[in-house]
């Protein structure tokens, strides 16, 4: 955890040190350092009212973890999955788009992986790898097909339990970014432990630049990222997960083994516009791999309307980024990477 805490720590920084050299008129901004959602968020918020909008939005994200989290006994989706249905409009809303990216992705985004994940204990005290039998009971209860959305009930089925765990966060980001934007807030970097939102360009009218992280070197960077207006968004192997036997494990499962997924990619960083669809298709991408995943950008491009771009960082040490980025993703030096830009 503490060596996580300062990846994060070290990611947030070179974003908030970007935002600050803009140059121009000074415009007064403030910092919020919230920790939630398993994470420390940093929100940077730069206006006259910053202090009170920042302190809504805390507040929002605090209730919203209190909503969401699985683990914590007196939360809606705690109780959903004890009772096998709840009635809340927004749980529905988001439970709904998971479902969407679900079925988009061909059931590589799954939020039933819950007991899978329980069965792994990726972030708890005694990580582990299931046994073959295990999994394929456990197997059993997941699948799209065991949740029901209907207005704002959500009914579960068959044993199956709702983790919301791939697309919180960034709906977190949403959350957040219109909380600020409602208190006058033209100008902010909501950073969600890594992954990051932007509300409008910098003070200066310029675009931000996000470092996008190096899988292998976390402390290191892949490239610049010139972005407004956005959700930046990486699922990679080195977020969580433990070590066994010299074998790392990490903490996104394919739904259709039960063990995590292995689709010859280090990494994916999604660029959209909505939150919950960057956190959403991060991991969905990232189950499906380099070619499932440009076939499902197309498809959000044709069903949509809405354009993602895509990085990829794949397990022979290649990064390949889709032309959207061209002119707007500049390249580290320092990696070992060979970069390639997907036509
Ligand atoms: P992080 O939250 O560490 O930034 P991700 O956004 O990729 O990483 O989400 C990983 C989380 O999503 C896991 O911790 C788990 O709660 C959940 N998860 C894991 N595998 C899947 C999957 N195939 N579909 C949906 N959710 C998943
Ligand atoms: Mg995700």
């Known amino acids: 955890m503490a060596r996580r805490i300062l990846m994060i720590f070290l990611a947030a920084a070179l974003v908030l040190s970007l935002a600050a050299c803009g140059g ?48 914590s006994p007196s939360s809606l989706v705690s109780a959903l999955d004890r009772d ?23 059931g590589a985004f799954d939020p039933t992986v819950a007991p899978l994940l329980d069965a792994w204990d990726f972030t708890g005290d005694a990580p582990r790898v299931p046994t073959e039998t295990e999994l394929a009971s456990l197997l059993a209860c997941v699948g799209l097909e065991n949740i029901t959305v209907e207005g704002s009930t959500i009914t579960l089925q068959n044993g199956a ?53 190096d899988p292998a070197e976390p402390s290191r960077f892949l490239g610049v990222l010139t972005a407004a207006d956005t959700f930046v968004v990486t699922s990679g192997i080195y977020e969580r997960g433990f070590e066994e036997n010299g074998v790392r494990y990490h903490h996104i499962l394919d739904p259709k083994t039960g063990r995590p997924a292995e689709s010859g990619l280090v990494s994916v960083t999604v660029v959209c516009t909505d939150g919950a669809w960057a956190d959403a298709l991060s991991t969905a991408c990232f189950v499906l791999g380099e070619e499932k995943s440009l076939a499902l950008r197309e498809t959000l491009a044709a069903e949509k309307g809405n354009r993602i771009e895509l990085i990829f960082v794949t397990d022979d040490g290649r990064v390949r980024y889709t032309d959207g980025l061209s002119g707007r993703f500049a390249p580290s030096e320092e990696g070992e990477y060979r970069y390639e830009v997907i036509a």
């Open 24 to 71: 121009g008129k000074e415009v007064p901004g403030e910092t919020r350092t919230v920790y939630t959602m398993d994470t420390v968020m940093t929100l940077t918020a730069y206006g006259e009212s910053s202090a009170a909008a920042l302190d809504a939005a805390e507040e929002m994200l605090l209730a919203l973890d209190a909503k969401l989290d699985r683990h």
């Open 84 to 106: 096998g249905r709840a009635e809340n409009a927004e749980l529905a809303a988001l439970t709904d788009a998971a479902l969407h990216v679900g079925a988009l992705s061909d």
């Open 161 to 213: 339990q709702l983790d919301l765990g791939g697309i919180a966060k960034g709906y977190a980001g949403d959350r957040v970014r219109t909380v600020l934007a409602e208190r006058g807030i033209e100008s902010a970097v909501i950073d969600l432990g890594g992954d990051v939102g932007l509300l409008g360009k910098k003070p200066d009218g310029s675009d931000w630049r996000i470092a996008v992280k």
